[in-house]
């Protein structure tokens, strides 16, 4: 019997605010251990919590950007548990009222267009982060203790690994195009929990289901689903049932291992948070935010396709990235090739920013503009254009001073290339007499010898014509 795997996403992404959520102290990362710390985030008795109003507006943005309905009602809830990295001994987080509920993400899984539905999106603060040190002791730093998250929920809507990675990808370049969230994997501001099932291929009901905590790699979503639902589908066929757990993924081995059983939300004792009141939330906040709603990527992309005739690949890789899209846009208005322009973007530059760990283009889109117009005029080669762009990376010089300083300006003068074409011809007798035979290929082995005579500055299309003048003369 084959399996359907069932897949349902819950995302957490630290919010981008500059204080946490219920008191002033800051978030920003990587500072010294338990210094951005305050009676209210560490959970004194007696401290009250004040709601950041900038972390309610963000996760309003990305309830609108994902297509939910917003509550007109804003109330927490107390999730109380006992772990070492959360002093109060309960997050304040939301259960009864979501403040986004019901939306949806468009994916292009396999160049089809799908719907994956958004159950919820709430509020919650983080917990702090358990640091296990060599000597085999625990430390606790709760700077993170505080700051803002939202999580959404996907509807168990997804059916691959590869979609929940997509899936997981568009939520990304979404938070991070409306600056909802840095989405710094590497330092925990986003993070993946898995729920995977499987089932009968063409059956309806849903199979039990087991959850992986906190991926924190698109790589690792889809290697933990596609492990996870073949150890099920091996538990089934072995007689056995899959049972409701919380397990563990580990990359560096493949395998993923019983955290622990399933907790409910019974074990969480949820009741309204008693600190903070309900708070109305009226039409014209909600409007005004809506107003901020910049284009989002995947729509970008489709008006890519539409507008440049971009690939999906490529206008997929330009539009995912605000900055890179933005600068690729500015560089068409100034009538660019287009095509050029962008498979620049998405091999050399992207590879470059990558090496080089930038955010942003280090130089203007002129320049790129003007590299184009330089290989389209024959002044330099495609191979001379991608040692340009590395200089570009480092230098501020334009594209044609560092192909001067570089000996990379091609020679297309045909009265320069003449005489050398002549010698190449008296020294290759045999090559001659098989192209007069009908040896075609015997031209670009001329070619390539004038080209090493000039140590590869000559225009290849200007010599192929040349040597071909020559021998019919
Ligand atoms: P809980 O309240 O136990 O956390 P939820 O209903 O909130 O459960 O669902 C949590 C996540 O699990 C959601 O992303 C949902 O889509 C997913 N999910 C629910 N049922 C299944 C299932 N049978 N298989 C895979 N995922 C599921
Ligand atoms: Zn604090
Ligand atoms: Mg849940």
Not at 55 to 71: F, H, P, R, Y
Not at 164 to 184: G, M, N, Q, T
Not at 457 to 467: C, Q, Y
């Amino acid at each position: 019997m084959d399996y359907q795997t069932v897949v349902g996403l819950e995302i957490h992404a630290e919010l981008l605010t500059n204080s946490k959520i219920f008191c002033s102290c800051s978030t920003t990362f990587g500072r010294e251990a338990n210094t951005q710390v305050c009676p209210v985030c560490m959970g004194m008795p007696g401290s009250l919590p004040t709601l950041n109003k900038k972390a309610v507006e963000l996760a309003v943005k990305a309830g609108l950007a994902l297509n939910c309905t917003i509550s007109d009602n804003l109330s927490f809830d107390r999730k109380n548990y006992f772990y070492p990295d959360l002093p109060k001994a309960y997050q304040i987080s939301q259960f009864n009222n979501p403040l986004c509920k019901d939306g949806y993400i468009k994916i292009d899984y396999n160049g089809k267009p799908k719907k994956i539905g958004i159950a919820d999106i709430h509020i919650e603060e983080d917990a702090g982060k358990l640091v296990h040190a060599e000597n085999g002791q625990t430390l606790i730093d709760y700077n993170r203790c505080g700051v803002g998250l939202i999580e959404i929920v996907t509807k168990p809507d997804i059916n691959f690994a590869e979609e929940a990675k997509l899936v997981f990808e568009e939520i990304k370049d979404i938070l991070e195009c409306l600056k909802i969230s840095d989405c710094k994997m590497q330092e925990g501001s986003l993070r993946c929990d898995v729920n995977v099932s499987v089932m009968p291929l063409g059956t309806q009901t849903l199979g039990e289901r087991t959850e992986i905590k906190n991926l924190n790699s698109f790589g690792a979503v889809a290697r933990a689903i596609k492990n996870e639902s073949q150890r099920q589908i091996e538990v089934i066929k072995s007689g056995q049932k899959v049972i409701r757990q919380t397990r563990k993924w580990d990359d560096l081995t493949g395998k993923n291992t019983l955290l622990r059983n399933k907790e409910n939300s019974d074990d969480y004792r949820f009741f309204p948070e008693p600190d903070l009141p309900t708070i109305k939330i009226g039409k014209s906040f909600i409007d005004n935010i809506k107003e901020s709603i910049i284009e989002l990527p995947r729509d970008k992309k489709v008006r890519f396709m539409k507008d440049y005739l971009l690939s999906e690949f490529d206008a997929h890789l330009i539009s995912r990235d605000l900055n890179v899209s933005n600068w690729f846009e500015k560089a068409v208005s100034y009538g660019a090739d287009v095509k050029r322009i962008s498979s620049f973007i998405v091999t050399d530059i992207r590879r470059l920013m990558k090496e080089k760990k930038l955010e942003k283009i280090p130089f203007e889109p002129e320049k790129l503009v003007k590299l184009v117009s330089m290989i389209n005029d024959g002044v330099i080669s495609l191979t001379a254009s991608k040692q340009i762009i590395e200089i570009m990376f480092e230098s501020t010089d334009a594209p044609e001073i560092i192909a001067k300083k570089n000996n990379l300006i091609q020679v297309s003068d045909e009265n320069e290339l003449d005489l050398i074409a002549q010698v190449v011809l008296n020294e290759n007798k045999e090559a001659v007499d098989d192209y007069k035979k009908g040896k075609e290929k015997a031209i670009l082995y001329l070619t390539g010898q004038v080209m090493k005579k000039t140590r590869g500055s000559a225009n290849p299309i200007v010599i192929n014509k040349l040597l071909r003048e020559k021998l019919s003369n």
